[in-house]
Every structure is written in C-alpha cells, then in structure tokens.
C-alpha cells in the first residue's frame, strides 16, 4: 500500500524553463511533508518542507505547494538549471516523525 | 547545515559474515536516528527508528535479530546486518533529527553493502 506516490518515474525540461513534480498521498494524518534530491551511491539531501498548516513555502529558486484537499503537493523549481539533475523524493510524516517516500523522481534539466 | 556522516561507504564481504555500520550527527545532537533501506530503482524503506538509549523500533517484517541497532549517544547510532547472507545486498541509508516532529531528517551518504 503505497500511502505516497510520485507517478511520474522522470521528468525533463529546457534549462531556464520551470520544473513541476508531483507527489500525492493518501494518508490525512499526515502533518509535514519534504522534498529531498539525490544523486547515485549518496544520501538524501533535505531542500524544502512544509507543515500541513501552510500550502505555500518558498526558498529561493524552490516553492513547495501543498493541497490538503486533494491531498497533492508539488516542488516547482525555477529556472531550472542543469546542475538540478537528479532524483527527487517527496516524503511526509505523522506526528510519530517518521517518513515515508514516494519512488522519486528523476529529473533531468538540459542546457 | 547539519551534517550526518556514515561509516563504511562501501562493504563487500563473504556470505556469514557480520557488518557495522555506524551514522554520526556531526553538528548536532540527535535525539533520534532512522535506519532505511534502498533497493535499486525504487524508494527508501524504513527499517527502524531507534531513540536515544532504548530499544529500536522495527517496521513489520524487519527481523530485529537481523539487523541490530544500537543508538548509545545522541551523536552515535549503529547498525549491524549479522551473518549476512547475498539478499541482504542492500544499499544502506542512516538519518537523524533534532529535536521535536517537524524538523527535517538529515541524511548520511549511505553504505552499499555486497555480500558475496
């Protein structure tokens, strides 16, 4: 039972243009969500979060959306740029903190 | 940022044989620490959350005799795959958080683990 998808197994864009990836899940009790990006053979790195309160975070070229409702949210990423590159994870946690990913994303922005 | 460094990055050892792993929070004092695992092209797994001076918590279907974890400071967490066998290949994955619920997790660089 997958409480969090990312249906879109790759995603590529024009560099300077905008990346959308997507993430739903099916879980209400839910309260924070994440997105990290990874390269081959390392860790996650953390880039971005938002509490169930909010439905917009921002940080500089990255701006997290979160639709309760529809239970979606999205990483919007502009302008994109090559070094981008990689595989993008959503998770999210219940109040125990623990995370659940999706499958990710990989994305691939060309010059 | 803060910063969590794992130990070993690689491991290739016979089929029988034991593995520490060990996952450090260098920056900050993590009052929990995960352990996931992560399969070629699919998602990170949890495997088990451990706190700070008590037992794990293991996901269902985690075989606690397994995989040992021991998490004896708020900086040192450790994981032991014991007699492993050629299906417990795995790249490996530590985290930790500070502090309360909503903080992000910190990841280690992982460690790909081939039993031969």
């Known amino acids: 039972d997958q409480q969090v998808k990312q249906n879109s197994p790759s995603l590529s864009v024009q560099e300077g243009r905008i990346s959308i990836l997507n993430c739903d899940y099916t879980n209400s009790m839910f309260d924070y969500f994440l997105w990290y990006k990874k390269y081959p053979a390392e860790g996650p790195t953390f880039l971005i979060s938002?509490?169930?309160?909010?439905d917009k975070n921002e940080d500089g070229r990255f701006t997290v959306f979160l639709n309760k409702s529809a239970k979606h949210l999205s990483l919007h990423i502009v302008p994109s740029q090559p070094g981008d590159s990689a595989v993008y994870f959503c998770a999210a946690s219940d109040q125990g903190g623990k995370l659940i990913f999706g499958q990710g994303t990989e994305l691939s922005v060309k010059p | 940022g803060a910063v969590v460094s794992q130990h070993p990055s690689r491991v290739i050892c016979k089929s029988g044989t034991s593995v520490k792993i060990e996952c450090r929070s260098l920056d900050f004092q993590a009052t929990t620490m995960f352990w996931y695992r992560q399969f070629p092209k699919q998602s990170l797994m949890l495997m088990a959350t451990s706190n700070e001076g008590s037992k794990a918590t293991y996901e269902q279907g985690v075989e606690k005799d397994k995989f040992l974890i021991n998490h004896a400071s708020l900086t040192l967490s450790t994981l032991t795959v014991t007699s492993a066998h050629p299906e417990d290949s795995s790249f490996y994955i530590c985290s930790a958080k500070a502090g309360s619920s909503n903080q992000p997790q910190h990841f280690g660089d992982g460690t790909r683990l081939s039993i031969l």
């Open positions: 938002i509490s169930s309160i909010k």
